[in-house]
């Protein structure tokens, strides 16, 4: 496994809205490209900070994925984080191209307004950002609207001084940054995929944050965006307006390559190849499911029975968003010996929270596949070259870390991020309420001629 290139940092992916057949002709789909914001391998460069700017990723990541769940927001939606990829989407009439944060642990779409107090004019990510006008095209949401009341905890927010007032939000995070501001309603620009693979330009009405006001992390230029796109499962989120307007099935997916770079993001059913499926746990914000057990080199790891039993949050959140993965104390010792059984007198060095090891061998060859088996009968295998990720003069760190993400009643809680998604289609389907996935190679070429992912194209 080489070290990712420079070039790596910004690696195109694609947001593609799949086409399902068998389904209403309105169920239309579309393309947009993302990008992800750093890669995950180092590749040259200080291993030290390295590894201290993914855990910083992660650790702010985690602030807001669990700190901002019980807070009255007067709003809808819970963009919980920062995420991994973004992509560029065109908003308005005369339309404008607006970079958005893809996450799916979001649940409303939403990008700064113009004036907008706190909000950086330039990003070091080398975009241009673009603050919204909704003046143009867009329409400001009322607060006597069935969007704002059906979306507000008691029947009106409360920033709200009558119903003619615009609808507004305010979301705090517990890493301290936050967003205020208005909802407004306008058009989203897409391509639309028909069945015999060509793209034709296709719009839809949605409903989504106009920020008037940054405040923490999310006012910083380092890695400044217009905005988040939510993939969560609220009745606000792009995914859940567009499919109740029968644009697209409430179905999406992504298929991500974190070693090459590369992958796509899709909304929509896939209709290759087939996946088996976990259920979600019910009444949770996150996208979380029953894990029943770990096995290391086809040995299941002994641990209580009460390991997995996460209290008030239930269950293990899968999150893409999540750089690497997080296991309680007891899970994570007990792995590491199974992991390194082979190799007791291997020298292991810490570097910030991660074991590391200098390793010369193959380490696909050389180190065990951990399996992760969850609730009817699926299983996710961790391959080598996923969880241990190479920085340079074959020093090797694992990508699990030591304690889970601790939740409000002091549980530990096993969080599995985008090392252990990597390379596999990963559908969760908020129809049947289930999540699956499926060893798939993510990587792929796009032909000059196919704007899209064909068909019938090995990924």
């Not at 329409?139 to 001084?161: H, I, K, M, R, Y």
């Not at 929270?353 to 380490?363: A, K, L, M, N």
């Amino acid at each position: 496994m080489a070290p990712a290139p420079r070039a790596s940092i910004f690696f195109s992916v694609l947001l593609v809205l799949l086409f399902a057949l068998l389904v209403e002709r309105a169920a239309a789909t579309g393309v947009f490209q993302v990008r992800r914001k750093f890669p995950r391998h180092g590749g040259g460069g200080d291993v030290a900070e390295h590894l201290a700017a993914l855990r910083r990723h992660d650790v702010g990541r985690h602030g807001r994925l669990l700190g901002a769940v019980d807070l009255p927001l007067g709003g809808v939606g819970l963009p919980t984080a920062t995420g991994l990829y973004y992509t560029q989407i065109e908003i308005g009439s005369p339309s404008k191209g607006y970079y958005v944060q893809v996450d799916t642990g979001s649940d409303i779409l939403w990008v700064n307004c113009i004036r907008c107090d706190g909000c950086p004019t330039t990003s070091g990510l080398g975009i241009e950002l673009t603050q919204y006008d909704p003046a143009g095209s867009g329409t400001t949401v009322g607060c006597d609207q069935e969007f704002c009341v059906a979306n507000s905890p008691n029947g009106l927010p409360p920033a709200c001084p009558s119903t003619s007032s615009p609808c507004q939000f305010r979301i705090a995070y517990g890493d301290g940054s936050s967003t205020t501001g208005f909802y407004v309603s306008d058009s989203v620009q897409y391509n639309q995929v028909s069945g015999n693979g060509q793209t034709t330009p296709s719009n839809a009405s949605i409903t989504f944050g106009c920020g008037a006001q940054l405040g923490g992390d999310l006012g910083s230029s380092s890695q400044a965006l217009d905005g988040i796109l939510g993939f969560g499962q609220a009745d606000s989120s792009m995914l859940s307006q567009l499919a109740a307007a029968r644009k697209v099935r409430k179905i999406f997916a992504h298929c991500l390559d974190t070693v090459h770079g590369g992958g796509i993001f899709a909304i929509g059913n896939v209709v290759q190849p087939k996946v088996k499926t976990t259920p979600l746990v019910q009444n949770v914000t996150h996208y979380n499911v029953n894990l029943q057990g770990i096995s290391v080199g086809g040995a299941t790891l002994q641990l209580p029975s009460s390991t997995f039993d996460s209290g008030d949050s239930k269950g293990t959140i899968i999150d893409s968003g999540t750089t690497l993965a997080y296991l309680p104390r007891e899970v994570y010792r007990t792995l590491l010996t199974a992991v390194f059984d082979k190799y007791q007198d291997l020298a292991l060095h810490n570097y910030q929270d991660f074991v590391c090891f200098q390793f010369s061998g193959s380490i696909d060859d050389g180190f065990p596949v951990v399996t992760f088996s969850f609730e009817g009968e699926i299983t996710l295998n961790v391959y080598p070259h996923d969880y241990l990720f190479q920085n340079e003069n074959d020093l090797y760190c694992m990508g699990f870390l030591d304690g889970g993400v601790q939740t409000k009643d002091g549980k530990d809680m096993v969080l599995l991020g985008d090392l252990v998604l990597s390379n596999k289609l990963v559908v969760y389907d908020l129809e049947k309420q289930v999540i699956g996935w499926a060893d798939y190679n993510c990587k792929f070429q796009i032909h000059r001629n196919c704007p899209f992912i064909c068909r019938n194209l090995r990924l």
